[in-house]
């Protein structure tokens, strides 16, 4: 198993644990550079770290944002690795595991669901923002809030009608920003 089949695995795993948005391997500020995230609804974070072997997993402790977790990014927070790599008692506080079982992933333990703090919080904008700029950046010379202004140029070339299949920005459901994070 190697640690980019795991990333991926996390990101498929995320998307099925109900979150819209998921990156992996993105760093932030505080210097972490979690192997996977995502987001669900009410700005709820689900944060993945993959480990592939004993000493990857011990090593992790000695990590500024896992010596102080108030720095750490994700509401909940979970380790996936190989079956058996790592007991449930070696986990840090509130943390859950997540095990490869073949081809699938098993939640062992759940992870608590109130881990992120205020400065946690900042250092997820941070990621999100340094994302959006990398995709900004990839799609010049159209800048990306005109990318974003696509379904609008499309109604206009379509004499006021959308194509089918897409909704106005206004009839357009944005549950990041709205509801909570039960999902």
């Known amino acids: 198993m190697t640690h980019a089949k795991l990333v991926a695995m996390a990101v498929r795993w995320l998307r099925r644990y109900r979150c819209g948005v998921a990156l992996s391997e993105q760093a932030c500020?505080?210097?972490?550079?979690?192997?996977?995230?995502?987001?669900?609804?009410?700005c709820h974070s689900v944060l993945v770290e993959c480990k592939v072997s004993r000493a990857?997993?011990?090593?992790?402790?000695?990590?500024?944002?896992?010596?102080?977790?108030?720095?750490?990014?994700?509401?909940?927070?979970?380790?996936?690795?190989?079956?058996?790599?790592?007991?449930?008692?070696?986990?840090?506080?509130g943390w859950g595991l997540l095990e490869v079982c073949g081809r699938e992933i098993e939640r062992v333990?759940?992870?608590?669901?109130?881990?992120?703090?205020?400065?946690?919080?900042e250092n997820e904008m941070n990621l999100l923002l340094a994302s959006l700029r990398r995709v900004?950046?990839?799609?010049?010379?159209?800048?990306?809030?005109?990318f974003l202004k696509w379904k609008n140029r499309m109604a206009e070339y379509n004499r006021g009608t959308l194509p089918e299949g897409l909704v106005s920005a206004e009839k357009e459901a944005n549950e990041f920003l709205l509801g909570t994070a039960a999902d």
């Open 136 to 146: 900004e950046i990839r799609i010049e010379p159209e800048s990306i809030t005109d």
């Open 56 to 93: 990857d997993f011990l090593a992790d402790r000695d990590k500024p944002f896992r010596q102080r977790p108030e720095m750490g990014v994700g509401c909940e927070r979970y380790y996936l690795a190989p079956r058996s790599l790592i007991r449930i008692e070696e986990l840090p506080a």
């Open 109 to 121: 333990k759940a992870s608590a669901r109130n881990l992120r703090s205020a400065v946690g919080f």
């Open 29 to 42: 500020v505080s210097g972490e550079m979690p192997d996977a995230i995502g987001w669900k609804k009410a």
